[in-house]
């Protein structure tokens, strides 16, 4: 026998998930976390997923657990988990701002918030994260507009622009915008030697180096071919997880805590779809490894904390970013899909900086509305 439990499947930006009322999951976490990775088909040996809903990339293992809001000045609380392709575990520290993304979209057409033409303000409680983010959401008769012309490198096609506001996404994971309290750090790793690093949490955390120092060109789309540099960034991310105190030793170190990205100055390459990126249309290159391969776009909380780290004085990203264009809030990411376009704003402050306020763009879509069926002895708890 097989349970049947109501789910939406929605892409959110460049990613895809299972979205759930909280409600209709099982309330003990175990059996929950569970229930949720036999319907992904998680573990997979084979990194296929092929007896669940997942799509065998990091982009596509994602959930999101939705309730009303309790916290006060908010109306939905948003859970992330990051559901791991080969292991039985799901990462709940740290969000993702694609699925962010359809959260609104999910909360009106599921009649959490009352939908108001032709934009409708959602106000989200990020649990991971303890932040709150602000969504701003089409709408026509009273639903989720859909259709649009806002397009965003990594989707095919067009929509109807969400507008993401992150107050205050500094210390998302740590509490500290600069875990360390510097703005670089020498990360000392016994097998490969010394890396100069910045250590930025905001939205997620993450540990920034230059693709020069890596012998990478900085505008790589792929990286299958090169286990061994895969196997040198995934040793890198684990001191760092140490160094900011996420994990006690480089082997408790959990996936994406924190993500690793290497960036460089602007230069001109091809995205994955062929389209030429100029040096005139970005500010910098960042690429971002998420589950031990490179990601074929860009995570939204990713940009967001990359055009944080370009803002402040000293760190690698903002010695690698365009210097003209620090003066402007908008900042121009180069990835391997193509750009992503950030907003940001940094205040500096006695002894240090702080992230008022991030913004980026990005579209969604329910692809489907029904039941995902879990196999009933998963609902067993021992």
């Known amino acids: 026998m097989q349970v049947r439990i109501p789910a939406i499947y929605m892409r959110g930006g460049t990613s895809k998930a299972l979205l759930f009322m909280e409600k209709d999951l099982p309330s003990d976490p175990e059996v929950r976390d569970r229930v949720i990775l036999a319907a992904y088909g998680s573990p997979d040996p084979n990194a296929r997923q092929i007896d669940g809903m997942g799509g065998a990339v990091s982009s596509t293992s994602k959930i999101a657990i939705i309730s009303p809001s309790k916290v006060p000045g908010t109306e939905v609380n948003y859970r992330f988990g990051q559901v791991s392709i080969t292991t039985p575990s799901i990462g709940y520290k740290g969000n993702c701002g694609n699925i962010s993304s359809a959260v609104g979209p999910f909360a009106i057409d599921a009649g959490l918030v009352s939908a108001q033409e032709p934009v409708t303000t959602v106000r989200i409680w990020q649990e991971n994260t303890k932040k709150i983010i602000v969504a701003e959401v089409p709408v026509k008769n009273g639903r989720h507009l859909v259709?649009?012309?806002?397009?965003?490198?990594?989707?095919?096609?067009?929509?109807?622009?969400?507008?993401?506001?992150?107050?205050?996404?500094?210390?998302?994971?740590?509490?500290k915008l600069l875990p360390t309290g510097n703005v670089r750090d020498a990360l000392e790793i016994p097998e490969y030697g010394t890396f100069a690093v910045s250590?930025?949490?905001?939205?997620?955390?993450?540990?920034?180096?230059?693709?020069?120092?890596?012998?990478l060109q900085g505008t790589e789309i792929k990286l299958d071919s090169n286990p061994e540099m895969l196997r040198k960034l995934e040793v890198i991310r684990r001191y760092a997880a140490v160094r900011i105190g996420v994990?006690?030793?480089?082997?408790?170190?959990v996936p994406n805590l924190p993500f690793i990205a290497f960036v460089c100055e602007p230069k001109e390459y091809k995205s994955i779809s062929g389209q030429l990126v100029k040096i005139a249309d970005i500010d910098f290159i960042d690429r971002v490894i998420s589950m031990g391969k490179l990601h074929g776009a860009h995570p939204g909380t990713i940009a967001i904390c990359a055009a944080g780290a370009a803002k402040i004085d000293g760190t690698i990203v903002n010695e690698v970013t365009n210097k003209a264009s620090l003066s402007r809030d908008e900042l121009r990411i180069g990835h391997p899909g193509g750009i992503i376009t950030v907003t940001s704003i940094i205040?500096?402050?006695?002894?240090?900086?702080?992230?008022?306020?991030?913004?980026?763009?990005?579209?969604?879509?329910?692809?489907?509305?029904?039941?995902?069926?879990?196999?009933?002895?998963?609902?067993?708890?021992?």
Do not use: C, Q, W
């Open 347 to 382: 205040e500096r402050k006695k002894g240090g900086f702080h992230y008022v306020e991030a913004t980026i763009g990005r579209t969604a879509r329910r692809l489907m509305e029904g039941y995902v069926l879990v196999p009933e002895k998963f609902f067993s708890k021992n």
């Open 147 to 175: 259709e649009g012309d806002y397009s965003i490198d990594g989707v095919p096609g067009s929509g109807a622009k969400i507008r993401l506001k992150f107050l205050d996404p500094g210390g998302a994971v740590t509490g």
């Open 199 to 215: 250590l930025v949490d905001a939205a997620n955390p993450v540990v920034f180096l230059r693709a020069r120092e890596l012998g």
């Open 247 to 253: 994990a006690n030793s480089p082997e408790e170190a």
